[in-house]
Structure formats: structure tokens, C-alpha cells
């Protein structure tokens, strides 16, 4: 099968579109970390993700002395974590252990410490021919296929500074048990192309049934702090919800190639840019929100004291509301989260942001609302935007987009 990229269009769900694909949003993002003990704890406990499966990498180990040196690694954990019904949205491996085993196909780039950034598509065909049209357009395909756990299928590429990109459909979902999959129904899961059609899930479950397996017998790690903090009536074990991951904020070596790959390759839409101590900065978004992908040189790294060996910006957590936004920071504090204070210049599209320091020394950006960019396709002048530090936020705000974008339905906890 051929897919051309250039000067074609594609049929897209019924929509033409000027490649076989569209993202709909970042769907999941990961970290590799370090400090694994402590970041499991700060994701998990602090913030509030449910670990839904976790693979033990240090059995992929081949020779005993990778065993030995593996051992030394601390937690070889890989964690599959979730704020809502998606069986991931947020990912945790062990950096040095991810790098000795270099056992699942990926490059990681000096700095790169992001081991995915995964943007979820509309059909099952798209991350096909997808894969297909990009292989055409020269990137370089990391893998493709189906994982387990998580059931997603993918296609895995990188972007000009060599940041894990995924298309991906279908998201094994976690229902109010909270387990996930049983093992015995990973079967399904491998690292090719798929051919199409696919059974569905329903297909796959009646499959499993009719082989005797037990549907509760997968993982269900569930939080077991204390739930004494009421978030506007419900009571919950943090004074916040993390309702959505992204966006995803990079430095790069080269601002305008970066935006050149996320808007040409993945078709995202340039919303806004900005110059900061004269270094231009990009924001990029896939849907309406102001921004799913942002972008700063390199050269403000070391500027803005954030973590010198990292081209991670910031891991951004959408919290339901303004009020848990401020009572997080409190919440996070007395846990001994170190909080930074970036200018708020450059965070345009989200007037209240605090960014935190995972253990790891990652920047975790807290938010509660994002701008929204309507049919004319113009983001709010700078001037309309309130731009304020954090010692002057309010109390209360004004309505402004604070409920615009995607809504959380589902249950706070």
C-alpha cells in the first residue's frame, strides 16, 4: 500500500484533510525518572494518579552482568498510571535502566528524558496509513503495532530533537473496579503493522471468556490515602482532581524546525508566538485549546533555572477547578514540593499556572483552564490576558474561559 505526501488529500472520517490522519489531543506523556522510588510517590500519592499496571523491566535483562548492573538501578518498575478511566495517561520508567536494556527499539536523544508523547487519533486506519504517509515523508518509524498493557495501537516516530512521538487508537479502559486487563488476554498485543480489519474488543473479551479466563484477575492498585479533604462535594484524598494531561512544553535546539515538524507532519495549527529576552518561543495546538505543544530554545534553560540536563519544559495537569489550582499548591508544599516561579508571559493561552518540581527535578505545570481558539482561529492580544505572578492572584476570578474546552464527566474520585 502506497501513501503519497505531497499535493494530495486524504478521506478522513468523511473530511478531507491534507494527511491520512488527525490528532485529537495528547492522550498520554511520560517521564523517565531517576529517582524512581520518590517520583512513583510524587505522582501517585501527591498528585494523585492510580497505578493501573506496572512491569518489572529488570526481567528483560539477558547476561548476568546487566542483571548485576541493573540491580543497582533501584525501583526497574515501568508504571502505567491514570487520572480517569484511560488505562494510562501518564507513564514512569527508570532512565538508566530504559537505557541499558535499549531492549524496545528507542533512541533517546541527549536530554530527552520524555519517553513518549502520545497524541490519539479517531480510527484504527489512521494510525495504519499514518504510519505509512510519515514513512513516506523520510521520519524515521521507532515501532509499530499494539501494546500491552494499555491495548493502544501506535506508531512510534520522533520529532527534529529526537522527542518520542506516538499516534495512537483505543485505550484499554478501567472501569469502577478498577482492574485492568487480565495477562492471559495480552496476547493480542504485537510489533507490526496491523492488517484491516481488527476484531474489536468485545470480540476480544468473548474470546477470553470462552478460554476460561478470568476477567478480575488483573491488576488494581488503587490509592489508599485518606479521603478527608472536601473538593466541592466530594470527598477525595488531595484538595484537587487532575482532570486532563498536556500540554507538553519542550525546549529545542531549533524553534522553527520543531514547528515546522508539529505543524507539517502532525497538522497542528500555530496559535501564537512570542518573544522573550529575545528568544522566540512557539505555541501550537491540535484542537481548539490555545496549545497542545509548546515550544522554547534551549538557550532559556539555563535562564529560567530549570533542570540543566533535560529538554523538558514542563509536564502540564489540567485540575477541575481555580480553587483546587490554589489549594494544591498548599496541598503540595507541606509535602515538600518545591515550586518555581516562571514569568507568566510565557505560558500564553493559560492565565493561572504554578509549576512544581517532581523529585526528579522535572517541572510539572498545574493549570485550570486553557484558552479556547474560536472559528476565526486568533488568540486573545496579550493586553487581555492577566499576566500576574502568583503572590497576586485573586481569591475568585471572572468567568473568561475558565469552563471552555473538554469538560470532566466522569466522577472527581
Not at 5 to 33: Q, Y
Request: charged letters at 25%; proline letters at 6%.
Amino acid at each position: 500500500m502506497s501513501i503519497a505526501t505531497e499535493s494530495a488529500t486524504f478521506d478522513v472520517g468523511g473530511v478531507r484533510l491534507d494527511r491520512p490522519f488527525k490528532v485529537r489531543r495528547l492522550g498520554h506523556l511520560g517521564l523517565n525518572c531517576i529517582k524512581m522510588e520518590e517520583c512513583v510517590a510524587f505522582y501517585r500519592d501527591a498528585l494523585g494518579f492510580r497505578v493501573s499496571d506496572r512491569l518489572d523491566l529488570s526481567k528483560r535483562a539477558k547476561d548476568p552482568d546487566e542483571i548485576a548492573e541493573i540491580a543497582t538501578y533501584g525501583d526497574p518498575g515501568g508504571y502505567f498510571m491514570r487520572h480517569g478511566t484511560d488505562h494510562h495517561s501518564f507513564v514512569l520508567f527508570n532512565k538508566r535502566v530504559r537505557e541499558r536494556l535499549n531492549t524496545i527499539s528507542r533512541r533517546f536523544a541527549p536530554g530527552v528524558t520524555v519517553n513518549q508523547i502520545s497524541w490519539q487519533v479517531g480510527a484504527l486506519e489512521e494510525v495504519v496509513n499514518g504510519n505509512l504517509w510519515l514513512q513516506g515523508a523520510g521520519l524515521e518509524i521507532q515501532r509499530t503495532g499494539r501494546d500491552m498493557p494499555g491495548s493502544n495501537w501506535h506508531t512510534y516516530f520522533y520529532d527534529a530533537d529526537g522527542h518520542t512521538n506516538e499516534l495512537y487508537f483505543g485505550m484499554e479502559q478501567i472501569g469502577w473496579d478498577g482492574h485492568s486487563k487480565p495477562l492471559e488476554m495480552h496476547d493480542r498485543g504485537f510489533h507490526h503493522r496491523p492488517d484491516l480489519p481488527q476484531q474489536g474488543e468485545e470480540d476480544e473479551v468473548r474470546d477470553a471468556l470462552a478460554r476460561g479466563v478470568d476477567l478480575l484477575s488483573g491488576s488494581a492498585l488503587r490509592d489508599e490515602q485518606p479521603r478527608t479533604y472536601d473538593v466541592e462535594g466530594m470527598l477525595l484524598a488531595r484538595p484537587f482532581k487532575i482532570i486532563k494531561v498536556g500540554p507538553i512544553s519542550l525546549f529545542v535546539n531549533d524553534v522553527a524546525a520543531a514547528s515546522a515538524f508539529y505543524a507539517d507532519r502532525l497538522g497542528f495549527t500555530p496559535t501564537e508566538e512570542i518573544v522573550w529576552q529575545g528568544e522566540r518561543c512557539a505555541f501550537l495546538r491540535a484542537n481548539t485549546e490555545h496549545h497542545s505543544v509548546a515550544l522554547y530554545p534551549i538557550a532559556l534553560r539555563e535562564r529560567l533555572g530549570l533542570r540543566a540536563d533535560s529538554t523538558t519544559f514542563a509536564v502540564g495537569f489540567q485540575v477541575g477547578t481555580y480553587r483546587q489550582l490554589r489549594a494544591a499548591r498548599a496541598f503540595l508544599e507541606a509535602r515538600g514540593t518545591r515550586f518555581v516561579e516562571l514569568p507568566p508571559e510565557l505560558h500564553p493561552g493559560i492565565d493561572y499556572a504554578l509549576h512544581g518540581l517532581d523529585p526528579d527535578g522535572h517541572t510539572v505545570q498545574l493549570y485550570f483552564a486553557m484558552e479556547q481558539i474560536g472559528w476565526d482561529g486568533r488568540p486573545r492580544p496579550s493586553s487581555a490576558r492577566p499576566n500576574l505572578p502568583y503572590a497576586a492572584w485573586p481569591e475568585t476570578i471572572s468567568a473568561g474561559d475558565a469552563y471552555g474546552g473538554e469538560t470532566l464527566l466522569g466522577p472527581l474520585g
